[in-house]
C-alpha cells in the first residue's frame, strides 16, 4: 500500500515516522507534500519518505492522510475530489473538529473515510488517539486505522458522537499537563531552585504520578489520600486546590476547548 500525507506540520512529522517504522512495508511507500518545501525536503531525507507533490499523491497513493489545518479543507478536498473518486482511495484525516459526513460531502457516496485524533505525545511514541470510520470503511481498512495509531501509541476505536470528548482529554490536554508543569516548575524556582532541576522533577513526577495510576488498582482519589497524612504538608497542598477551585478551572478549560471543537465542525 502506497501512503500519502498532505502536510507536514508538527501532528504529522511523528505519524509519518511511526508509519515508516513499523506500518509500510518501506518508507519508500509513503509520499508526503507541504507548502514548505525546504522543510519538507529536509524532513523526508531525514526518514526516507519520498518529498512528492499532491498530483503525485492523488495519482499514485492508496491511502491519503489528511494533516492540514482544518480551515484549510474546503479549498483542498475540491481538488482531490476527481482522482479520489476514480481511484477509490481511502481517505484519513486528523483535522480536528471535521466530521466523516463532513469529509465525505465533497466525494463520491462509495468513498471510504475515517478519522484518527492523535495527539503531540506521538513525538515519543506515547500518543493515545481516538479512530472512527464511516460506512464505507472495511474491516481491513479499520484495522488499518488501528496499526497507525499503534505506531505511535495507543488507540481507541470510539464513536464518532463521542471522538470530540476524546479529542480534548487525549489531544487538548497535554498543552494543559504542560502548563501545570511550567506552573509548579515555576514556584519551585521561586523558592529558590535551579531552573534546570525544577523542571525535571516536575516532568519526571508527572511521568511517574500517570504510570503510577495506570497501573494502580486504586482510583486516583484514594491515591489522593494515601499521599496525603493528616496534618502534614501535601493535604495543606489538595486543601488549597480545592479552597481555589482548581477543578472547576480545568472543567470549565475543558468545555472550551469542547465548544471550539463543535464550532470547528461547523
Known sequence: MKIGFIGCGNMARPIISGLAESVAESPTDIYVTDLQREALA?????????????????????CIFLAVKPQNLPE?????????????????????GKTTEYISSFFAAHI??????????????????AYC???????????????CCESFGTGYQV??????IF????????????????????????AGMEESMA???AAKMTEGSAKFLAFSDDTADELIKKVCSPGGTTI???????????????????????????????
Open 42 to 62: 529536509s524532513f523526508c531525507s531525514k526518514i526516507g519518505v519520498n518529498a512528492s507533490t499532491q498530483d503525485e499523491i492523488v495519482q499514485k497513493c492508496d
Open 76 to 96: 483542498l478536498l475540491p481538488q482531490l475530489a476527481e482522482e479520489v473518486n476514480r481511484r477509490n482511495i481511502f481517505m484519513l484525516s486528523i483535522a480536528a
Open 112 to 129: 471510504a473515510v475515517a478519522r484518527i485524533f492523535p495527539n503531540l505525545n506521538a513525538n515519543v511514541k506515547t500518543a493515545v488517539s
Open 133 to 147: 470510520g464511516n460506512q464505507n470503511v472495511t474491516a481491513q481498512q479499520l484495522a488499518f486505522t488501528a496499526r
Open 159 to 164: 464513536p464518532e458522537e463521542i471522538i470530540g
Open 167 to 190: 479529542g480534548v482529554l487525549g489531544g487538548c490536554a497535554p498543552a494543559y499537563t504542560f502548563f501545570y508543569i511550567r506552573a509548579l516548575a515555576q514556584a519551585a524556582i521561586d
Open 199 to 201: 523542571y525535571d522533577v
Open 236 to 266: 495543606e497542598g489538595i486543601r488549597s486546590l480545592e479552597a481555589n477551585k482548581v477543578d472547576s478551572l480545568l472543567k470549565i478549560a475543558f468545555q472550551s476547548s469542547l465548544k471550539r471543537d463543535k464550532e470547528l465542525s461547523k
